[in-house]
């Protein structure tokens, strides 16, 4: 690749202004023909607004788009098909009942509609690049991984050169993942140009050839991905320096704390969401739950903190301080406090489920406590100085305790929920994708807390998505796949592949029950 | 972001006008849009009278002010009438505050009124008249609390509909005074009057008969304050409507905050009804409550479920009817010419929320420069 290959796209002072936000401020940036080029930037940097507009979904406010050096203007997707750009989008927009081919060929006219030949010559581009893929299979009997497969051929069969791909990796596991970038690498080979965007560092170091790199709507730098590191990529999506260290103390004692044994959830459908689930966390332990979304893991969690009751098992809480055991099967939250067990939960649905977006800071502290005192009324002085506690110790940027937790964004949200569920002083700490969505400031900061929260002796119960992070984090990781347990590794010595095979070692994992 | 999708190869920058959600607002901006859109409501209203009537606009406001102020009597009519809207919207704002949507306040005081008006019947001269009074009470409560619980438990069971459910329950109401009507008044004169409802009369303070009511409503309206937003069910309730999931999560019984909000709702919509029959009319009719079950709903959106701010809404739209209605005396027009006016101030107050929402931008020159 050299400085002389032919510009496939150009952007030059490309602006989009969302109300008071400003969405892109001056965007410059150039595709070559025949490379990979990652975007990457944190959550609300702009790069999938800077993509919309290359796809024609938005309209820059100013600046111009030139493709093969010609001014364009991409009033519409169809626009952009026209120049050869693709987009495949974070969420598939796929007819279930549709079978592969009929996906594909959807809203194209062609001169003759003929599925038959259609599919042939879908099965040809895949063989070119190496896709595996039955044109014929229905999208309800497709994996994530194939359905994502769907929507390239899809960009692919209306003859994209320049294709974007929106977080494609953000669904796959370890080995899916590798499948499609070695369909990636093909495709750059045969001259295409692909645009991927993405946040996570490794996948950047392994795919790309140049990065440019996003920063509030401003464009920082693009640089060749050989001639890079990770430390300096973060330095520049961030802004300042930060350390990327987790420190995993290995605590000496680590009595038994929670023990389940064969959970089972078959829901209202008569499908069997969990399927004889056994695992034991331990004090002054984290321990990781890896597994595709949607494996369990929230029904899992939910079932322990008395959200959901389980068609079978046990769920047991044991105190090493009186050597004393509660069963926790079957009970309200209420139930679970009254025995004295201080379990708290960080849920995935943050502002559904956590907090109340509605209220303010305050009012959200309240949730775990209002019910303190004998008057009918609420005493709204200790949540008070609960939350100015956690927004001064947690660095909360908000106008006042008193602002809608609504109104902050993912990362402050996140501060004030794991902040007030560490407050109660928990013995076990529960937390569901912690830091999804959240910047790496702030992920850090989480990462941090779960820590300390470990060597004081909590028994902490973390769902991860992302695999680097989880073995840097965990002690123990129990892996599951289908509502099944596949496996428990030791965290410090697991390998991410491993990992990965065990996520999808079960196949069909929900299963019908007579 | 709208024009785009026709697919032809237009050769425009951006919409001519995009609209977006404004970050914040100070109150004052957001207090003066509201008083000019009412003020923009009044003078619509001026000109429309101006246009049927034929008199001038400044006569016209000058009618409604005396239909409301205009003698002694006018202004006590004027403040009975409000704190009566007032009690409804009172009574239904807990529920909405749950986001349970009681559109039943309606059948709720009928109910009410209906069974303090049974209890004058069967009653009245047997028992002393202030045991009387107690029992009209707590029945009329209880009776307004039963139309509310049954379709909260329905919700809270089966996750019936709250909205048609309640609406049904108007009609049963209503068909149960017909009913009852029918049963003790032989006369066919469709009312049963204070001649059969002779005793339980509710005392009047310092000889004015409108008085008690609306002290009654006064103090109501501080209590609901304090229950909403300082009492531990009060915070209950807003979770509850915020989110049920976060509800659950933290260990609130969710069916019985929504039976035990309904009941509280319905039980002071019974009250209403226990004042409007033993307090002012003494009499019964499917029209006691003359559809304040429905007005009440605007009153309490209109100023976001508090309490005082209702006080505020409840004087609007009681101003309105009572000055459109004085018009229509004056100029023997239809009634129905006082729902128009408020129609039209409702409309006004209702539109220039988008205004405190929204803000609308126009394309800029420097995109068209740019082509």
């Known amino acids: 690749m050299s400085e002389t290959t032919p510009l496939a796209l150009e952007l030059k002072h490309v602006t989009k202004v969302f109300g008071n936000i400003v969405a892109n401020d001056d965007v410059e940036m150039e595709l070559r023909r025949g490379e990979v080029l990652a975007i990457l930037g944190e959550n609300g940097s702009g790069k999938t607004t800077l993509m919309n507009m290359i796809s024609g979904i938005y309209h820059p406010d100013s600046g111009e788009i030139y493709i093969d050096g010609k001014h364009v203007t991409i009033a519409s997707p169809k626009d952009a098909f026209s120049y050869g750009i693709g987009m495949v989008h974070q969420h598939f927009k796929l007819v279930d009942v549709f079978s592969a081919t009929e996906n594909i060929i959807l809203g194209i006219h062609e001169d003759k509609f003929n599925l038959n030949k259609s599919a042939e010559k879908i099965a040809e581009i895949a063989a070119r690049y190496g896709f595996e893929m039955d044109p014929n299979k229905k999208i309800y009997e497709m994996s994530v991984s194939e359905k994502q497969t769907v929507e390239i051929l899809k960009v692919l069969y209306r003859g994209a050169d320049i294709l974007i791909l929106d977080e494609p990796t953000a669904v796959l596991t370890p080995q899916e993942t590798e499948k499609l970038f070695r369909v990636i690498r093909r495709m750059r080979d045969d001259g295409k140009s692909i645009m991927i965007i993405t946040h996570k560092l490794h996948e950047v170091m392994a795919i790309s050839d140049r990065v440019a790199v996003l920063r509030k709507g401003r464009h920082i730098a693009t640089v060749d991905t050989a001639s890079t590191t990770q430390n300096e990529l973060t330095e520049m999506m961030v802004g300042e320096r930060v350390s990327l260290n987790i420190d995993r103390a290995k605590i000496e004692e680590t009595p038994d704390r929670l023990n389940v044994s064969g959970l089972s959830l078959v829901n209202f459908e008569g499908i069997r969401i969990l399927d004889d689930i056994s695992f034991t966390a331990k004090s002054g332990e984290i321990l990781g739950i890896a597994g595709v979304a949607g494996s369990g893991q929230r029904e899992l969690l939910e079932i322990i903190a008395g959200l959901q009751t389980p068609t079978s098992g046990s769920i047991e809480y044991h105190d090493p301080s009186n050597n004393k055991t509660v069963d926790l099967r079957s009970k309200t939250p209420l139930q679970i406090r009254d025995l004295g067990v201080r379990l708290s939960f960080v849920p995935e649905d943050r502002l559904g489920m956590g907090l109340v977006g509605n209220m ?36 909360v940027v908000t106008p006042s305790a008193k602002t809608a937790v609504r109104k902050l964004s993912g990362g402050n949200v996140q501060k004030v929920l794991v902040g007030r569920e560490i407050a109660a002083a928990p013995t076990v700490l529960m937390a569901a994708y912690p830091v999804r969505g959240l910047d790496i400031n702030s992920s850090y900061m989480i990462y941090k807390l779960l820590n300390e929260q470990k060597e004081n002796g909590v028994a902490v119960i973390f769902v991860g998505e992302d695999l680097d992070v989880l073995l840097e984090l965990c002690d123990r990781i129990l892996v599951i796949c289908g509502g099944r347990v596949t496996g428990i590794v030791d965290g410090r010595t697991a390998k991410k592949e491993e990992i990965g095979l065990m996520m999808t070692k079960a196949k069909g994992g929900e299963t019908h029950v007579e | ?3 785009e999708i026709t697919g032809k190869k237009i050769k425009e920058h951006e919409p001519l006008i995009t609209i977006s959600r404004r970050k914040s607002m100070a109150f004052w901006v957001r207090l003066a849009i509201r008083a000019g859109s009412v003020l923009v409501a009044l003078i619509v209203c001026g000109l429309i009278t101006r ?4 008199d001038d606009p400044i006569s016209v406001y000058s009618t409604m002010l005396e239909g409301n102020f205009g003698d002694l009597d006018k202004m006590w009519y004027m403040f009975y009438n409000l704190a009566m809207l007032l009690g409804v919207a009172l009574a239904l704002t807990p529920a909405f505050r749950m986001k349970f949507w009681n559109i039943g306040g309606e059948g709720q005081v009928l109910i009410g009124g209906l069974a303090t008006a049974v209890c004058m019947i069967a009653l009245g001269g047997r028992i002393p008249d202030w045991s009387l009074i107690l029992v009209m009470l707590i029945s009329s409560v209880t009776a307004g609390a039963v139309w509310g619980i049954i379709p909260a438990a329905f919700k809270a069971k089966w996750r019936t509909n709250e909205t048609l459910f309640t609406l049904m329950m108007n009609y049963v109401a209503m068909y149960l005074i017909k009913y009852f009507i029918e049963r003790v008044d032989q006369s066919g004169s469709h009312t049963v009057g204070p ?4 005793h339980g009369w509710l005392p009047t303070v310092l000889g004015e008969q409108y008085l008690l009511n609306i002290i009654v409503i006064a103090a109501l309206t501080v209590i609901m304050y304090a229950y909403l937003n300082y009492s531990k069910h009060g915070y209950e309730i807003s979770v509850v409507g915020e989110s049920e999931n976060t509800a659950r999560y933290v260990g609130i019984n969710v069916k019985k905050v929504i039976i035990r909000t309904m009941a509280l709702s319905g039980a002071l919509c019974g009250l209403i009804g226990f004042l409007l029959v033993g307090g002012f009319s003494h009499s019964i009719d499917p029209n006691i409550a003359d559809g304040r079950g429905f007005t009440a709903i605007l009153v309490s959106w209109l100023a976001k479920f508090n309490p005082f701010t209702m006080v505020v809404t409840s004087f609007l739209i009681v101003f309105m009817d009572l000055g459109a209605e004085e018009i229509a005396t004056k100029f023997g027009i ?20 988008f205004f405190i929402n929204y803000q609308i931008h126009f394309r800029k020159k420097a995109a068209k420069e740019a082509e």
């Open chain 1, 360 to 395: 303010d800071i305050i009012d959200n502290m309240m949730l775990r406590s209002y019910r303190k005192g004998k008057t009918v009324f609420v005493d709204r002085q200790p949540p008070k100085a609960l939350a100015e506690k956690i927004i001064d110790s947690l660095k």
């Open chain 2, 1 to 3: 972001m709208s024009s």
């Open chain 2, 51 to 54: 246009f049927v009537t034929g």
């Open chain 2, 195 to 198: 001649k059969l409802l002779s």
């Open chain 2, 334 to 353: 239809n009634p129905s010419f006082s729902d128009i006016m408020t129609g039209i101030i409702i409309f006004f107050i209702i539109g220039c929320e």
